[in-house]
């Protein structure tokens, strides 16, 4: 009884998952349209255990009547098998699993071939009686028997629906509302499957909005998306936070949780409230036409993942994609939906759609309530611009958020100016955006550059007077050692000169005099007082 219940709760979790979003619905109906011999229940079990299914059978209709084998070591699917007294499971294998042996046959997978496209076309109009526009191609007939069949079965499903409204969203809904809303939804998916059957690419005629209605189904109890079993296969992080610590309060209402470190990624999904309805799966463009803002406060963070080097969009969305969350609340990537990347410190919002994805500006910001500027200032003023400024774009590196400042009167003819949050200038003349030159100066101005020291100059070593006379040469030394009082005043300069004139025999020395009266004239005039040569040295000059 044990595997029995476990492939119960396999079953209740795959259809969670399967009406969590729109992308997780149509990929059920990408197994069911190839398996469409079989009930719902079991192409839901074909679908949570082998999505890629294409043809099959229990093992004694593959020996017994195909004469093929099932390869050593295949899985089987398991079913619930309900026909008997108490339920139990039974096992079915795909083509995949099996080879022939000898008289062995291959089964015929049906397909339509474009030259076939015409007669499957006169065909339907014969049977369905369709005639005029809807008989024009294929697609169109298509749809045409699509929305008959959703009518034909519309009042007994609305039986069915009304017992599992209770604990839903679709609580908020009158009843003419979700009876319009589950013809839609019935109408489409009843398309989508027959167009996929006949070799067509239904999204070529539908949207992924265009089945947003299926998560009004889901209960609101249901589990709380923790994507833990995906964090842990694929070595991420789970958490709710988006900026290294220190830098501001970028996850206020998220609940707190881990913080987002360098080279990481969060995916941001609506929150399942009715509010968010109508804004659910919709293209940025037709948010854009209904002048409808991406506000942070309507999303959740839903997981947190480390990306790989030369990890873009792009390459993340394609991971997601082949190894979804497995959790109902986590449904795969779907338009609406807000992938913010941590690149080197240069955090982006991208808003996702159905193809590619549209920046967002302003979907993260820092929130301090000391900041001079935010994404929604208007009627700045800039020291030393004329005119006032309002908040165009914004980007977030390494912690800090820079705003792109536009003229409010000249717009995109006058060069942008870009900001930080307390209104000092970063960078001037700006035309293209925050691009690559824009960004470095940035960095520039939160790493400065620096400033390499000056050389410290040598100093030179404390020397004793008797060497300084010996540094200062031959002459100097020679005169100071004659007319200096003592040897310690030996230091290379002299400057010991005489209190009074000499007297050489009876007579006052002209030279001393002369000197003197020098040095007096050059203390009141505030000159440097001249210094006394030697005789042995003036006679040396002589010669």
């Known amino acids: 009884m044990a595997k029995i219940n476990d492939i119960r709760f396999l079953a209740r979790e795959t259809a969670k998952e399967v009406s969590g979003s729109p992308r997780d619905g149509m990929g059920y109906l990408d197994t069911a349209s190839r398996l469409y011999r079989y009930p719902f229940s079991d192409t839901l079990l074909i679908h949570a255990q082998r999505p890629d299914a294409t043809a099959c059978a229990e093992l004694e209709v593959w020996n017994e009547q195909m004469r093929r084998w099932v390869n050593r070591g295949a899985k089987g699917i398991a079913l619930i098998d309900d026909t008997g007294p108490r339920r139990t499971l039974r096992y079915v294998f795909d083509v995949s699993d099996t080879h022939p042996v000898k008289g062995g046959r291959t089964p015929y997978l049906w397909r339509l071939k474009k030259e076939q496209q015409e007669m499957l076309l006169n065909h339907l109009a014969d049977i369905y009686g369709l005639s005029g526009e809807d008989a024009s191609d294929l697609p169109s007939a298509l749809r045409q028997i699509a929305e008959e069949m959703a009518a ?151 997981y947190l993942g480390r990306m790989k080097k030369g990890d873009t969009p792009d390459t993340i969305r394609k991971r997601l994609g082949e190894h979804p969350p497995r959790r109902s609340a986590c449904h795969s990537l779907s338009v609406s939906d807000v992938l913010v990347l941590n690149s080197g410190g240069e955090i982006t919002a991208y808003y996702v759609e159905k193809e590619g994805f549209v920046v967002l500006a302003g979907f993260l910001r820092l929130g301090s309530s000391s900041a001079l500027i935010s994404y929604d200032t208007t009627d700045f003023h800039i020291e030393g611009k004329e005119g006032s400024w309002l908040a165009y774009d914004s980007i977030i590196i390494d912690g800090w958020e820079f705003f792109l400042m536009e003229h409010t009167v000249y717009g995109a003819q006058a060069a942008n100016v870009v900001l930080d949050s307390a209104g000092n200038m970063v960078a001037d003349n700006v035309f293209h955006g925050f691009d690559g030159t824009v960004k470095q100066q940035i960095w520039e101005y939160l790493h400065p550059p620096a400033k390499e020291p000056e050389p410290e100059k040598t100093k030179k070593p404390v020397m004793e007077n008797w060497q300084k006379a010996y540094e200062n040469g031959e002459y100097l030394r020679s005169a100071e050692i004659t007319e200096e009082q003592n040897y310690n005043m030996i230091d290379g300069r002299m400057n010991n000169l005489p209190n009074k004139p000499r007297k050489i025999g009876g007579r006052i020395s002209v030279l001393d005099r002369l000197h003197l009266k020098q040095a007096e004239i050059a203390r009141k005039s505030g000159k440097p007082v001249p210094q006394m040569a030697t005789e042995e040295e003036m006679e040396r000059r002589r010669k």
Not at 202 to 226: N, V
Request: proline residues 3%.
């Open 152 to 302: 034909d079965s519309l009042e007994e499903a609305m039986d069915g629906i009304g017992y599992a409204i209770p604990g839903t969203f679709l609580e908020e809904l009158d009843d003419d509302t979700i009876r319009v809303e589950f013809r839609t939804l019935l109408t489409n998916s009843a398309f989508y499957s027959l167009a996929r059957r006949c070799g067509l690419e239904p999204m070529e005629y539908l949207e992924e909005a265009d089945f947003s209605s299926i998560t009004d189904y889901q209960r609101r109890w249901g589990d709380a998306c923790t994507c833990q079993q995906y964090a842990e296969e694929n070595g991420a992080a789970h958490g709710s936070g988006v900026l290294p610590a220190g830098s501001g309060n970028l996850c206020a209402g998220t609940g707190g949780g881990s913080v987002m470190e360098i080279n990481q990624f969060a995916l941001y999904q609506l929150k399942n409230i009715p509010e968010n309805r109508m804004i659910r799966y919709r293209s940025y463009k037709t948010l854009q036409e209904q002048h409808i803002p991406v506000r942070y406060a309507n999303y959740e963070q839903v």
